[in-house]
């Protein structure tokens, strides 16, 4: 029964193989690029970019919204990411905190506005 006999299709070599690709390939999320958020609060609706770099899990990168620029931090774990940056906001420090999951070319969570609220979020990559 030489090597070709003793790994049949279905086995558990073989599915464990496959599985550790489908584990390794799930684990490969990449956020780098330019992205377009929407902001969803009691207020309205708000449409800020970003331009994100990701080295691992640590992600940096620049914010762009109505309250001007800003760098922007945070980690991906998984499909799970989560960044803040720091605005003013009448002449005070403001941290936004993000979290949620990406799916490919769109992101989607909840947004902490410091003690100010909180809204949902989407985002979608530019191609």
Known sequence: MGVRGAVKRGSVPT???FLLISLAAAQEVRVAGTWDITLETGRGTANPSMTLAQD??????????????SKLGGTLKGNAI?????LKFQDQPVTISYRGTVDGDSMKGTVQFGDRGSGSWTAKRRS
């Open 15 to 17: 599915t464990a193989f």
């Open 56 to 69: 691992g899990e640590k992600i940096t990168g620049t914010y762009r919204g109505r309250l001007g620029e």
């Open 82 to 86: 989560q960044f803040s940056v720091t």
